[in-house]
């Protein structure tokens, strides 16, 4: 297919539809109203459901209802939203069940403001909600990889019958670029649900599905069933993204719209002799730790870029295991870093390290 000049939110709602989605619930929040906008237009056209609920809590738990009848389910939101699903989440984890949520992170702490921000990794990363579970939570960079991880997403939450989260942030949400949508996928039929699914018991045995276990024993029980699923998601769903890495001397790591920043000023690094390389994880969860540890063992120092005040930092200090010196920089409450920014970093990074040119 062509590529098509497309807006973050609507590319990544419309690349849902043709994922197969069959039901949106949500509730508008800038800045990804637009998807919403979007899905209520598209979803009744094709015979699909769409509900705008009463608020975010409403939202994700008529997502919880929808996904217990196996169908392929989503909502989107952005970080106050979020935050308020979070129970919502918990039981759809607790229940083992497949969900694709989007969080168009903005500025905050509180209401904050409406600008791009990466503040919510703690929140979904570290497994946001109560409880010992992690979502599987996937960061793109630009448009054509919200298309395609938005699309993955919904056949890996299904392999793993588990929540799938993309997060990006108000840059990627709001900015176009030219992207390819994939091809219409048919809705799946009625019978062609998973045999765990609620659809009526009158030929079987009734299915029932519940987080809830008054029997400590029985809690632990499920719990270390969600702990084997998350070293199978660990060993099989890492990914991530590399530059000019073969004879850096200097890495970058950083995700998501700082992650593409940061590419553009690593090209420049390079013109200037400096030997920069990036690591972009695209998987937070499973986070690449080994390939980070890989890392420590080949460079001279660790430069962390985010736009918040260093949440990803911790995961990469795991990584790195004390292997080398790590800097960070970091833009918080919306603020967008510039290259030259990120620029000036490197070359403070290269000055002190003594790095070659």
Same mark, same amino acid.
């Given at each position: 297919m062509a590529k098509e000049l497309l807006k973050g939110n609507v590319a990544f709602a419309e690349a849902a539809i043709r994922a197969g989605c069959e039901a949106y619930f949500g509730y508008p929040i800038t800045p990804q109203t637009e998807a919403l906008e979007h899905m209520s237009k598209r979803m009744p056209e094709l015979g699909r459901v769409f509900l705008q609920a009463e608020s975010e809590v409403a939202a994700i738990n008529m997502v919880y209802g929808a996904a217990?009848?196996?169908?392929?389910? *989503?909502?989107?939101?952005?970080?106050?939203?979020?935050? %308020?699903?979070?129970?919502?989440l918990s039981y759809i984890a607790g229940s083992e069940l497949p969900v694709v949520l989007v969080d168009v992170m903005r500025g905050g702490p509180g209401l904050g403001n409406i600008a791009p921000s990466q503040g919510d990794y703690n929140q979904i990363v570290k497994g946001g909600g109560h409880g010992d579970y992690r979502p599987i939570v996937l960061a793109p960079a630009s448009i054509q990889e919200f298309i395609d991880?938005?699309?993955?997403?919904? &056949? +890996?939450?299904?392999?793993?019958?588990?929540?799938?989260?993309?997060?990006? &942030?108000?840059?990627?949400?709001?900015?176009?670029?030219?992207?390819?949508?994939? @091809?219409?996928? &048919?809705? !799946?039929?009625?019978?062609?649900?998973?045999?765990?699914?609620?659809?009526?018991?009158?030929?079987?045995?009734?299915?029932?599905?519940?987080?809830?276990? %008054?029997?400590p024993l029985k809690e632990e029980e499920i719990n !270390?069933?969600?702990?084997?699923?998350?070293?199978?998601?660990?060993?099989?769903?890492? !990914?991530f993204r590399e530059l000019l890495i073969e004879?850096?001397? +200097?890495?970058?790591?950083?995700?998501?719209?700082?992650?593409?920043?940061?590419?553009?000023?690593?090209?420049?690094?390079?013109e200037e002799g400096i030997r920069v390389g990036l690591l972009r994880p695209i998987s937070l969860y499973p986070f690449p730790y080994d390939r980070v540890r890989q890392l420590g063992d080949q460079v001279q120092e660790i430069l962390v870029? @985010?736009?918040?005040?260093?949440?990803? %930092?911790?995961?990469?200090?795991?990584?790195? @295991?004390?292997?080398?010196?790590?800097?960070?920089?970091?833009?918080?409450?919306?603020?967008?870093? *510039?290259?030259? @920014?990120? %620029?000036?970093?490197?070359?403070?990074?290269?000055?002190k390290s003594g790095a070659s040119t």
């Open positions: 217990c009848a196996g169908v392929r389910v *989503m909502s989107s939101s952005s970080s106050p939203g979020v935050s %308020l699903m979070m129970e919502g991880l938005t699309v993955e997403a919904f &056949d +890996i939450a299904e392999k793993y019958r588990c929540i799938v989260i993309i997060l990006a &942030d108000g840059s990627l949400g709001q900015m176009m670029e030219p992207a390819e949508l994939p @091809e219409m996928r &048919d809705v !799946r039929p009625v019978e062609k649900r998973p045999a765990w699914a609620l659809s009526g018991a009158k030929d079987r045995a009734p299915n029932v599905i519940s987080s809830f276990y %008054l029997d !270390r069933k969600l702990m084997a699923k998350q070293t199978e998601i660990e060993a099989n769903e890492i !990914r004879d850096a001397e +200097i890495v970058v790591i950083a995700f998501g719209t700082a992650g593409r920043i940061a590419q553009s000023a690593i090209k420049t690094a390079r870029v @985010e736009m918040n005040s260093g949440q990803m %930092l911790g995961d990469v200090r795991i990584g790195i @295991e004390g292997r080398v010196p790590i800097s960070f920089y970091g833009r918080q409450g919306g603020v967008v870093p *510039m290259p030259d @920014e990120v %620029l000036e970093e490197i070359r403070k990074v290269h000055s």
